[in-house]
């Protein structure tokens, strides 16, 4: 094999070079295309990779989590049957709206029973809340702290839910008598007319 200058090849006469000087330039040009090939290519091969082993992890994870969560069905279920059971043994204790009336003259009675004396017992008017209603009750009474104590007892103890609120108490003047304010409220469950009503306009309210 003849020794050569690169110096001395001219391109245009390439195909007089020698076979060395032809597998050089060969071995230039093939890693030029295999460095271009790995930057256009493969790299972005890697970087496709890299993503869908991250995505790969995240799904993964999105799996475990659902399959636990399918393990835990039966529990779910079973909580939510109990909650339904509890929200439903509440739901009973509402009156419906013909049983107000009657829940009023119970408070009424108790009252009486207890020894106190009316001198105000007046209903408010109904506040719509979801799916009941909430009427106040403003009560005004005299007697003493051991009737008004009853009076308390046995509204507590009504089968009906029954909340007291801003329970006051103070001397009346020239008695030995106390006065009691107090604010009783009644709840009612509404029925699927007014559940609808009152949709209505809390939708209206938020435009």
């Not at 529990?75 to 509402?94: D, I, V």
């Not at 004396?117 to 009560?139: C, R």
């Not at 008598?177 to 699927?192: F, G, H, P, V, W």
């Amino acid at each position: 094999m003849k020794d050569f200058n690169l110096n001395d090849l001219d391109v245009s006469t390439i195909g007089a070079w020698p076979i060395a000087a032809k597998a050089i330039v060969i071995v230039i040009i093939c890693a030029i295309v295999l460095a271009l090939g790995y930057f256009f290519d493969i790299q972005a091969q890697q970087e496709t990779l890299a993503a869908r082993q991250q995505e790969e992890k995240k799904l993964k994870k999105s799996f475990e989590s659902k399959q636990a969560r399918a393990a835990n069905l039966d529990a779910y279920k079973q909580q939510m049957q109990e909650m339904k059971e509890s929200f439903g043994t509440m739901l009973r204790q509402l009156p419906s709206k013909t049983e107000v009336e009657d829940l009023l003259i119970d408070i009424s009675q108790t009252g009486l029973a207890s020894g106190i004396e009316f001198e105000l017992f007046k209903p408010g008017n109904e506040n719509f809340i979801e799916f009941y209603a909430e009427q106040p009750i403003s009560i005004r009474v005299k007697g003493t702290y051991h009737e008004f104590g009853d009076f308390i007892s046995g509204v507590a103890a009504l089968p009906r839910i029954v909340t007291l609120h801003n329970i006051s108490i103070s001397p009346k003047s020239k008695s030995t008598e106390l006065s009691m304010n107090i604010t009783a409220k009644t709840y009612r469950y509404l029925d699927e007319s007014e559940i609808a009503s009152t949709s209505k306009k809390s939708k209206k309210r938020r435009k």
